[in-house]
């Protein structure tokens, strides 16, 4: 959470020194952005500031995960004769009752429900050739003994990115960590189409496989915690889910559980 002082708003866009446009400065690259507005000593301007707080802090860590941006303007600068207003009693008693509870994060132990995920399985029964792509994230060792399991039940094999971990703590057959050369030759390419790639974290960093994906089209599927969209060309699906859930879901249909 991203918390910037910043001048009052009559001064913005004036010239005034020390003073930048602050208003969702961040923009793209955060995933709430709020201003706190002048401060005030009122119940309803502190309320009005727990809220705020509260839902950064919602967003930030369950809702959308990822970084978040409070803007806190202020008319005069911190002097050292400055000094601190008192707040009322009345009005400290009232706060100390106002209470906003943070939901703990939801995770759906049961994606077998779920339009998406069914779609997915029935897709996955009539494909023999496919692949399932490990790129940039920083994921737990749960995840790399699911996928790994995916692997081997599906038969796909696993293209770890030279920025993912799966290729330094695997030592299973089914994981290709140098694969670049592969998808730069066309004769590779054309005995071994695949029709599904299951891709998990980040774009890729490999040049051979994003030329890939602009020149052919098979079913791109990415899951990740956010849902964010990671597929330059645009081809691809993408779903909000836990990867490693995801995965052991599949693992559990695959057996009939």
Not at 93 to 120: E, H, R, V
Not at 125 to 138: M, Y
């Amino acid at each position: 959470i991203v918390c910037t002082a910043d001048r009052p708003p009559e001064l913005r866009n004036t010239g005034t020194n020390q003073s930048i446009n602050q208003d969702n400065l961040y923009k793209n690259h955060i995933r709430y952005f709020a201003d706190a507005g002048l401060p005030e000593m009122s119940a309803g301007k502190i309320k009005s500031l727990k809220k705020i707080a509260c839902k950064a802090i919602e967003i930030s860590l369950y809702k959308n995960r990822g970084p978040v941006h409070i803007n806190f303007p202020f008319k005069k600068p911190f002097e050292p004769d400055n000094h601190t207003n008192k707040i009322d009693l009345k009005i400290n008693s009232l706060l100390a009752k106002t209470i906003y509870k943070t939901p703990l994060p939801i995770i759906d132990q049961n994606l077998c429900g779920t339009k998406w995920f069914t779609k997915i399985v029935e897709k996955l029964g009539h494909i023999q050739r496919g692949l399932i792509v490990v790129g940039p994230e920083r994921f737990n060792e749960e995840f790399h003994t699911n996928v790994l399991k995916l692997s081997s039940i599906l038969k796909y094999p696993i293209l770890a990115d030279g920025c993912s971990q799966l290729r330094f703590i695997s030592s299973s057959g089914n994981v290709i960590s140098n694969y670049e050369g592969m998808f730069r030759s066309s004769s590779f390419v054309k005995s071994f189409m695949p029709e599904i790639i299951l891709h998990f974290g980040r774009t890729s960093t490999s040049k051979g496989l994003e030329d890939f994906y602009s020149k052919y089209s098979p079913l791109k599927i990415m899951i990740n915690e956010n849902g964010d969209f990671f597929d330059p060309t645009r081809k691809g699906k993408s779903y909000k889910c836990s990867p490693s859930l995801f995965c052991k879901s599949i693992i559990k249909h695959q057996a009939g559980i």
